[in-house]
């Protein structure tokens, strides 16, 4: 069965302690990972998309990574701005998006 | 100006009641779409239209019924709420549904609660 899965659940940084969110998939013929950002109370915003193993993208303080089985969105001295919720995606048959459950990160100043 | 725009934000409303959600997209795209948000934060796709054509259909109870007037706007109608209704609903748009990997440009959500 299809499925992407998200860890940790939840992330708790001090400013500036670099970490990394995972996310795993199980998708036959992958067409692509994304990531999005999401703010409480907001509608998820789009960051980056993935397409091959090996390939890596990154926007300021985050690079997202992609593997055969998983993708990594790595977290570089992060500030308080960057507290969100990061969700993966990945495209299943018939156009559908499946969204992992999230990893919400809190930065502390 | 924004682009994906839907409301009301905030819906608070009895078991029973009938009520719509609209929204409406200024960024040219073909297709639109809703999902819906749990508790546990999961992103659950219900319906997606492209040029006022159904093409994404999940299973959800028929009491959700998605209305596209023309190719910038997507409303959806719950006729008889009930409470398992709860939840945050998302509208989206994209360039093209030909294409799984397009990405997708979200509304600010509209929380519903069911009392």
């Known amino acids: 069965e299809d499925q992407v899965t998200q860890s940790p659940e939840a992330l708790r940084l001090q400013e500036g302690e670099s970490s990394s969110l995972n996310c795993s998939y199980t998708v036959s013929g992958l067409r692509g990972l994304f990531w999005y950002r999401q703010d409480p109370g907001k509608g998820p915003e789009f960051l980056f998309t993935?397409?091959?193993a090996g390939e890596e993208k990154e926007k300021e303080r985050l690079k997202a990574t992609l593997t055969k089985k998983e993708s990594f969105l790595h977290i570089t001295a992060p500030k308080p701005e960057d507290s969100a919720t990061y969700l993966c995606a990945v495209p299943l048959r018939d156009y559908k998006l499946s969204f992992g459950a999230g990893t919400t990160v809190t930065v502390r100043a | 100006d924004t682009a994906v725009s839907q409301t009301p934000k905030y819906l608070v409303t009895q078991m029973g009641n009938d009520k719509s959600i609209k929204c409406e997209q200024n960024?040219?795209?073909?297709?639109m779409y809703w999902y819906k948000q749990d508790s546990k934060k999961f992103l659950k796709i219900m319906f997606s239209?492209?040029?006022?054509?159904?093409?994404i259909n999940e299973t959800v109870p028929n009491r959700f019924s998605p209305k596209s007037p023309d190719k910038a706007h997507l409303n959806l109608h719950i006729n008889s709420l009930e409470l398992g209704d709860s939840a945050v609903y998302f509208c989206?748009?994209?360039?093209?549904?030909?294409?799984?990997?397009?990405?997708?440009?979200f509304g600010s959500g509209t929380q519903l609660s069911v009392l």
């Open positions: 993935l397409y091959s």
């Open positions: 989206a748009s994209s360039h093209d549904s030909g294409i799984a990997n397009e990405k997708l440009f």
């Open positions: 239209y492209n040029n006022k054509e159904l093409i």
């Open positions: 960024l040219g795209h073909d297709t």
